[in-house]
């Protein structure tokens, strides 16, 4: 099984500035067809989780280009340029790379 | 629109059993996976379990491997996960999720969310 390890866990942010989180997995995410299949998601309190990007750096529909992914192999980041209030959350990074499917632990962003 | 409803969850004993439903529309069901994901209270996301478009291919996480099991019915559009021999640890939200899917590719994100349905098991 994949292990998908975020940091930092929990974030505090000021409005306006920009905001990092990293995800590391304990093994390459490029699949057999050549992508890489690592997502990010947005979970606002007492909300589903809803994507922001996927295929590392592809925004999701509707999602504020404020967001945006990067990374590749094992190494990947989601950065806020800047951070708004709607922001607050808990971020997970996802590998579709493997089954099974792995999130990471969650990144709580915190104003 | 593409529109994810998922339902079934309720209170139920250790060695219990519940059907979870998931039903769809807004786009051509029998083209894509489906996954359900689940959250313990005050946890993160754990993936459970996906279904492959045309049905044949099923996979689970090792926690639910030989109990429970998932199913389509593409005349309607709908998901099944069947939850036998239930235990404590199971009690979570379970979230049906659309796994976008490529044609001939692998499912690769989840892009659609149901609100999600609790299941406790509790005596």
């Known amino acids: 099984e994949i292990v998908m390890t975020q940091t930092p866990l929990s974030s505090p942010v000021t409005l306006g500035q920009p905001a990092s989180i990293s995800c590391m997995s304990s093994?390459?995410?490029?699949?057999?067809?050549?992508?890489?299949?690592l997502s990010w998601l947005q979970q606002r309190p007492g909300q589903p989780p809803r994507l922001l990007i996927s295929?590392?750096?592809n925004r999701f529909s509707g999602v504020p280009d404020r967001f945006s992914g990067s990374g590749a192999g094992t190494d990947f980041t989601l950065k806020i340029s800047r951070v708004e209030a709607e922001d607050v959350g808990v971020y997970y990074c996802?590998?579709?790379?493997?089954?099974?499917?792995?999130f990471g632990q969650g990144t709580k962003l915190e104003i | 629109e593409v529109q994810v409803l998922d339902s079934g969850g309720g209170l139920v004993h250790p060695g219990g059993s519940l059907r979870l439903s998931c039903v769809t529309s807004?786009?051509?069901?029998?083209?894509?996976?489906i996954s359900w994901v689940r959250q313990a209270p005050g946890r993160g996301l754990e993936w459970v379990s996906g279904?492959?478009?045309?049905?044949?291919?099923?996979d689970y996480a090792d926690s639910v491997k030989g109990r429970f099991t998932i199913s389509r019915d593409n005349s309607d559009n709908t998901i099944y996960l069947q939850m036998n021999s239930l235990r404590a640890e199971d009690t979570a939200v379970y979230y049906c999720?659309?796994?976008?899917?490529?044609?001939?590719?692998?499912?690769?994100?989840?892009?659609?969310w149901g609100r999600g349905t609790l299941v406790t098991v509790s005596s």
């Open positions: 999720a659309r796994d976008f899917t490529m044609s001939g590719g692998p499912p690769t994100h989840f892009d659609h």
């Open positions: 807004g786009f051509t069901f029998r083209t894509y996976a």
């Open positions: 279904i492959r478009d045309g049905g044949t291919r099923t």
């Open positions: 093994q390459s995410l490029v699949h057999s067809d050549g992508n890489t299949y």
């Open positions: 295929t590392i750096s």
């Open positions: 996802l590998q579709s790379t493997q089954y099974p499917r792995t």
